[in-house]
């Protein structure tokens, strides 16, 4: 099954699986986090259930002038042990979908240049690279 995470609970029982892909995020500051980014910039969290979450993603949809409508997956991540059942696959296929039904013009994510395993399950998705994308830290 796959579903939106809307209650306080559902949120929460994706933290083990969103661990894995963002594990500087400590158990009691998921929640609020989810809660604020979703508040602040639409984010929301959808999760895949076989007895138990296998693997979750975080998106929300937005606009730019360059492209417009655009749903764009921030996380994505299927639970250690169960990565290449198929389970990251049909969420990503889903959120394909969501954004679809949204009418969106584009699904977009930004992938860490050292997660070649993930580049590799994203180009066998069909997605094209065709950005560079810059950071600045501001904060040692």
């Known amino acids: ?12 029982n994706c933290y ?3 661990a894995e892909l963002r594990p500087h995020i400590k158990p009691d500051e998921f929640l609020p986090q989810v809660k604020r980014q979703a508040e602040n ?3 929301q969290l959808v999760y ?4 138990e979450v296998k693997a979750v993603g975080g998106f929300r949809i937005s606009e730019w002038l360059s492209g417009g ?21 049909a969420l990503f296929d889903w959120l394909i979908e969501h954004a679809k039904e949204n009418n969106c013009h584009q699904v977009k994510l930004v992938s860490h ?25 501001l904060k040692s």
């Open 48 to 51: 895949l259930t076989d007895s």
């Open 41 to 43: 910039s639409g984010y």
């Open 113 to 137: 240049v050292k997660r070649f395993g993930a580049h590799r399950f994203y180009l066998q998705k069909r997605m094209d690279i065709e950005a560079h994308y810059f950071s600045l830290n």
């Open 1 to 12: 099954m796959i579903a939106v995470a809307k209650t306080d609970d559902e949120i929460q």
């Open 69 to 89: 409508k655009y749903l764009e997956i921030e996380d994505l991540v299927a639970k250690s042990g169960d990565r290449s059942k198929g389970y990251g696959g």
């Open 16 to 18: 083990a699986v969103m």
